[in-house]
């Protein structure tokens, strides 16, 4: 069994009168330390299958298999256990608390995981040693993003979700920021999953996985993925 199997999920929501299938019929397989890309225009149904995959948001119907275990099946206690010490997130537009310094973001989801990083440490590798006192007014959209990644991954999460994390960047900072996600499936053995529209980034995934209409319409494995260095968009 691969490390994340979803089988035949989907998501309905009711907007009034009517029904929207967001997820129709997915299944996809992911496997353990791999990068994968879910690619798709806006509304294909990327984001409702990360928030699936992440406990922030339950299923319809199907199965949503974490490392043996049927996340779908989770109550809501057991959902937040697994978002508190499985599940990393970084977001399109960071998600910062303004009032806060980045240090003290990082350590707010340090501090509520057994095994996490030190937060202090976790700045200095996404290239913030002098920023680490700053609030968020006081940095960057990249600099932002990377205080961002650093809370993510000071949890030391088994899965990395980003949801088009280079979205609010600008070409440069978005390769550098890319670089720090997939340094974590490369060099620290985290699963990661991207969501993204941008398929000019797909060819650094070990698996593209296509999204269009709330369907998975292909699936491509990747075993020489190109270097983040090499990629223009």
């Known amino acids: 069994m691969s490390y994340i199997e979803v089988r035949h999920n989907f998501k309905k929501y009711q907007t009034g009168d009517t029904e929207v299938l967001a997820n129709n019929d997915v299944s996809f397989s992911v496997e353990k330390g791999e990068l994968?890309?879910?690619?798709?225009?806006?509304?294909?149904g990327k984001?409702?299958?990360?928030n699936?995959?992440?406990?922030?948001?339950?299923?319809?119907?199907?199965?949503v298999i974490i490392d043996g275990q049927n996340i779908a099946k989770y109550n809501k206690r057991q959902l937040t256990t697994y978002r508190r010490n499985d599940i990393g997130f970084v977001f399109q537009f960071y998600n910062l608390i303004q009032n806060l310094t980045a240090?003290?973001?990082v350590e707010l989801a340090s501090e509520i995981v057994k095994d996490a990083l030190d937060p202090v440490q976790t700045l200095i590798?996404?290239?913030?040693?002098?920023?680490?006192?700053?609030?968020?007014?006081?940095?960057?959209?990249?600099?932002?993003q990377r205080v961002a990644i650093a809370r993510a991954i000071a949890k030391n999460p088994k899965?990395?979700?980003?949801?088009?994390?280079?979205?609010?960047?600008?070409y440069e900072t978005g390769k550098s920021v890319l670089q720090i996600?997939?340094?974590?499936?490369?060099?620290?053995?985290?699963?990661?999953?991207?969501?993204?529209h941008n398929s000019t980034i797909a060819p650094i995934a070990d698996r593209v996985i296509h999204f269009h209409d709330g369907q998975v319409t292909?699936?491509?494995?990747?075993?020489?993925?190109?270097?983040?260095?090499?990629?223009?968009?």
């Open 103 to 105: 240090k003290e973001n």
């Open 159 to 170: 899965i990395l979700l980003c949801d088009e994390p280079t979205g609010a960047l600008d």
């Open 181 to 196: 996600i997939a340094n974590m499936s490369r060099e620290k053995g985290a699963t990661v999953i991207i969501v993204t």
């Open 47 to 50: 984001s409702t299958i990360l």
């Open 218 to 233: 292909q699936i491509e494995q990747n075993p020489n993925p190109e270097a983040i260095a090499n990629v223009k968009w």
């Open 52 to 63: 699936i995959l992440g406990g922030m948001d339950t299923n319809t119907s199907g199965d």
């Open 125 to 144: 590798d996404v290239g913030l040693q002098k920023r680490i006192n700053n609030f968020p007014a006081e940095l960057s959209g990249g600099e932002q």
């Open 36 to 44: 994968a890309i879910i690619l798709g225009a806006s509304g294909a």
